[in-house]
T-cell receptor
Framework: AQTVTQSQPEMSVQEAETVTLSCTYD???????LFWYKQPPSRQMILVIR??????QNATENRFSVNFQKAAKSFSLKISDSQLGDTAMYFC????????????FGTGTSLTVIP | DTGVSQNPRHKITKRGQNVTFRCDPI?????LYWYRQTLGQGPEFLTY????????KSRLLSDRFSAERPKGSFSTLEIQRTEQGDSAMYLC??????????FGPGTRLTVT
């Protein structure tokens, strides 16, 4: 079974500063994808960034980047130049290939950006 | 807006009643997923459709739960004889590519 662990239930960051959210996962699979999803208050989840396990290069998407350490099974999200609109719940998710590609989510980290 | 839509957004029901939720995916998406999210938790997978075929079901999907996608477009999730433990947010997601899912706003169910 796959498990995803987010050990930081809540975090805060000053506007314009950088923050890193942690995620670890456990799997015996070799081919999989990792994701960070953002869920703003009372709004639907949207994809922030995606990482393919077979790629060594860390994914980046504007102010968002990841630090993917496959051997350590670690997948952290760095948000640079934090903005008030980044305030949300952030979920780390794992997806193994085949069999419907269901996602396994962590419990989330609630991030508050302080003006 | 051509995103995933879900109806109703909120549902309050008494224990023992049946409820049905609807999900309309993005029109060209052939894959559709149902998840359940309880307070303080991440979404948990319930079931998956590819077109009209239900290909995978979680053990979380007890026999009181049934999902359909009759024409490969919209989907319904029915819960029979609701229990207080069924109170949760029910999320629907759809995808065209297997590596990305688009989520709807969810249906929040409260069982009293």
């Amino acid at each position: 079974a796959q498990t995803v662990t987010q050990s930081q239930p809540e975090m805060s960051v000053q506007e314009a500063e950088t923050v890193t959210l942690s995620c670890t996962y456990d799997t015996s699979e070799n081919n999989y994808y990792l994701f960070w999803y953002k869920q703003p208050p009372s709004r639907q989840m949207i994809l922030v960034i995606r990482q393919e396990a077979y790629k060594q290069q860390n994914a980046t998407e504007n102010r968002f980047s990841v630090n993917f350490q496959k051997a350590a099974k670690s997948f952290s999200l760095k948000i640079s130049d934090s903005q008030l609109g980044d305030t949300a719940m952030y979920f780390c998710a794992f997806m193994k290939l085949n069999t419907g590609n269901q996602f396994y989510f962590g419990t989330g980290t609630s991030l508050t950006v302080i003006p | 807006d051509t995103g995933v839509s879900q109806n109703p957004r909120h549902k309050i029901t008494k224990r023992g009643q049946n409820v049905t939720f609807r999900c309309d995916p993005i029109s060209e998406h052939n894959r559709l997923y149902w998840y359940r999210q309880t307070l303080g938790q991440g979404p948990e997978f319930l079931t998956y459709f590819q077109n009209e075929a239900q290909l995978e079901k979680s053990r979380l999907l007890s026999d009181r739960f049934s999902a359909e996608r009759p024409k490969g477009s919209f989907s319904t999730l029915e819960i029979q004889r609701t229990e207080q433990g069924d109170s949760a947010m029910y999320l629907c997601a759809s995808s065209l590519n297997w590596y990305e899912q688009y989520f709807g706003p969810g249906t929040r169910l409260t069982v009293t």
